[in-house]
């Protein structure tokens, strides 16, 4: 089970990365939504992978750790607001800029007219 | 009663007013909004003071919900944090003043967002918690993103873009580290880490130390450390001078926080995690440092001048950080505090010029006449003289802690010339600038545009805090020298959080 969730995760990763690197908004955006899945599950696993067991200390031997169950709500709930305002701005470059490239088309263009 | 609860009030006083100023209140609802930002910025200012004299008798605990440390979320006030409270409600009253002359209606809900800004800052300076420290600054982060935008513009959208995309990547980043500090130690609260993280063998040390450099990532993106500060210029360039300058405070809170976690948690003592990425920070403060000086001589743009005067201000605070002993501790918050409060009273003076200028705004071109010349000019020049760091002002003197803060050789040889050109090269691009802007004018009637005496005013109580700095330099760094002790160590910072006898279990 180890194994896979960590190859899960890892791919996740990796896929994220390489949306991110690309250059417009839209691939970028999916990018980093894809880390923010990554990551919440990584942040999941650090209380150790625990099957059917209570997250309580004390009534049996074995319990899982509720600490990062409680992380990965807060940091779902914090990564679902950062991206619908990465969202909506995607969106605002696209609409007034009329690109959606991150960086700008013609770097020298801007810098002749500063 | 008061002084117990003293500690959480810089947070609840923000989120308070923020809260209220987003109810309707009527016809003409920026009158009520500007009155409960102002108390807001005033209260601060008091019980940042409250918060200051109670921290000399020890750091004062704030269990949230009554749950004990480590299992619950503690603030924790102790002078270190103290006194960056006080900065920063120092710093927010005049910008806030500044921005209520008429800035503050150019996007809607500018006064909310600057109490909602202010919430994160004091939460990433009071927590004692990394989890908690990672949601203030997320607070932080999306106030941020919200005011970049402020008054709308392409230039701004582009460069808040970037600005926010990096920002998520660093997020997720700070939660990787979080993550992987966690697995390893089973506990997220700084004081315990210290302890927790101090006593890790091998193959566990070598993770933890994974975790820390990961968070060093995530500080330096946000302090605009070398290869993580790009995002800086423009961001800073683009938007509004209110913005900016409250933003002053913004590439502190990376500092603060890379001071906090790598004496704490990463300090002299933690066994095979010790002074972890000292010597990084070393380096890539050194290269920060005249990079910020290139970007100042080559701009073009007296915003842009500024901007990367704060790249240079960050270098010059980690090299001297990453020399770790008392003294350089005293030395970076001394400067601290003097580039904190000039870097806001120069993004404003820009501000002020740029408008005043008209459509030259603020590039370094001869241009007309200002309407307010004589007094902007002579604000202009008492800046540039401080940050520039010639005496009299306390840039002089917070340069002369640096250069004493270095002590070997080797440190002296790289240390010594880095400052002292970057001044050299910053003090011929502000006489550059100054003297195109202010004396090279056209001849003819000057621009017509001028300033309320207020928004003069404001940026004059920043000065006055330059003033301050220099006059009472003495007891200041007397009184730096004691957060230093403090900072260097963190034995009663944990023993406040944690208890007596903790450390024996």
Known sequence: MEALYAVTVGMLTACSIYLILRGRSFPIVIGITMLSYAVNLFLFSTGRLVLNQLPIIGNQSEYTDPLPQALVLTAIVIGFAMTAYSIILAVRVRGELGTDEVNEPNQNDGEAQR | ??????????????????????????????????????????????????????????????????????????????????????????????????????????????????????????????????????????ILLISSYALLMHGGGKQKLRATLHYVLLNLTGSAIFLIALGVIYGITGTLNMADLAHKVASLQADDAHIARVGGLLLLIVFALKAALLPLYFWLPQAYAMTTGTVAALFAIMTKVGIYAIIRVFTLIFGDDSGAAALLGYEWLWWLGLGTLAIGALGVIGSRDLRLVIAYLVVISVGTMLTTFSMNSERSITAVMYYMLHSTFITAALFLIVDVVAKQRGKTASRIVKGRKMAQHAILGMMFFAAAIAIIGMPPFSGFIGKLFILEAARTGAQVALLWPLVLGSTFLVMISLSRAGSRMFWHTFDGKPGDVSHPTGQLVAIGLLLLAIIGLTIFAGSISTFINGIAYDVMHPASYIEAVLGEGYSNE
Request: net charge negative; hydrophobic share 55%.
């Open chain 2, 1 to 138: 009663m008061l002084s117990q609860h003293l500690v959480i009030l810089p947070l609840l006083i923000p989120m308070l007013a923020a809260l209220l100023q987003l109810l309707p209140w009527g016809d003409e609802p920026q009158r009520y909004r500007r009155a409960i930002g102002m108390t807001s910025c005033v209260a601060l200012i008091a019980v940042a003071i409250l918060l200051l004299l109670q921290s000399q008798h020890g750091p004062s605990v704030y269990a949230l919900g009554s749950w004990q440390a480590p299992y619950g979320i503690v603030i924790v006030a102790d002078k270190l944090s103290a006194l960056m409270v006080l900065l920063t409600a120092l710093l927010a009253l005049p910008v806030l003043w500044y921005a209520c002359y008429g800035e503050d209606n150019l996007g809607s809900h500018f006064q909310a967002l600057f109490q909602f800004q202010l919430l994160g800052i004091l939460g990433a300076f009071l927590t004692g918690d990394l989890f908690n420290l990672f949601v203030f600054f997320e």
